[in-house]
């Protein structure tokens, strides 16, 4: 039978200043926390750094977005004008809502910052088929069949066609190195108007 531990059994023989240190053995119920922790982060790394977990930023811009399409219903019927167009180009959760609905319907061909793939740089100052900011809503709502791009006149509501396409001219304020310059190059988007925020 082992002999119990005395006091002086504890203490280890180095000191420091005086000081002398107890041989304390850990909690088991801090071992057991600290064992359950790192084997949990083997399956969290690579569920969100590897696999298909969402980053912070991924589920904030997905609840900005859905906060923005329920927004959109209380915007009522819009008008594809260039006030219109302007004013919500400004517009950060109406553009926010639109960020995710571009992502899903014109990154493949846009990229998802809009820098050109299939189709062109919505980025730079050359653009094909819009000579103005209005002519967008229509690009949009037509689509353009012998390029591949698809009429989403079907699929969108005119409401969100027109906070689409200020989405796109926005891009426009930020030009990207992308796919090179198509089509002609066209006048700036005007200032917006007074009273137009």
């Known amino acids: 039978m082992a002999e119990p531990r005395t006091e002086l059994d504890r203490v280890f023989d180095h000191d420091y200043d005086g ?35 969402l980053s912070n930023e991924q589920l ?25 167009l302007l004013r919500f180009m400004d517009d950060r959760v109406a553009m926010a809502g639109m960020k995710g ?14 820098s050109g793939n299939v189709g062109p740089n919505l980025t730079d100052d050359s653009w ?10 229509a690009v949009v709502r037509a689509g353009v069949p012998v390029k591949g791009m698809p009429a989403w006149s079907a699929s969108l509501t005119e409401t969100q066609i027109v906070l689409l396409s200020a989405y796109v001219a926005s891009l426009r304020r930020a030009p990207l ?21």
């Open 19 to 53: 000081i002398r240190e107890y041989d304390n053995p850990m909690p088991l119920w801090w071992i057991v926390i600290f064992a359950v922790t790192v084997v949990f982060a083997f399956p969290y790394i690579l569920h969100y750094h590897f696999g298909a977990g």
């Open 60 to 84: 904030l811009e997905a609840e900005v977005g859905a906060y923005a399409t329920q927004l959109v219903a209380t915007y009522g019927d819009l008008e594809p004008d260039q006030p219109t």
């Open 101 to 114: 609905l571009f992502r899903g319907r014109c990154a493949q061909c846009h990229q998802p910052d809009g």
């Open 128 to 137: 094909v088929h819009v000579k103005t900011i209005t002519d967008i809503p």
């Open 177 to 197: 190195d992308g796919k090179p310059p198509q089509g002609e190059i066209i006048p700036a988007w005007p200032a917006p108007g007074p009273g137009s925020s």
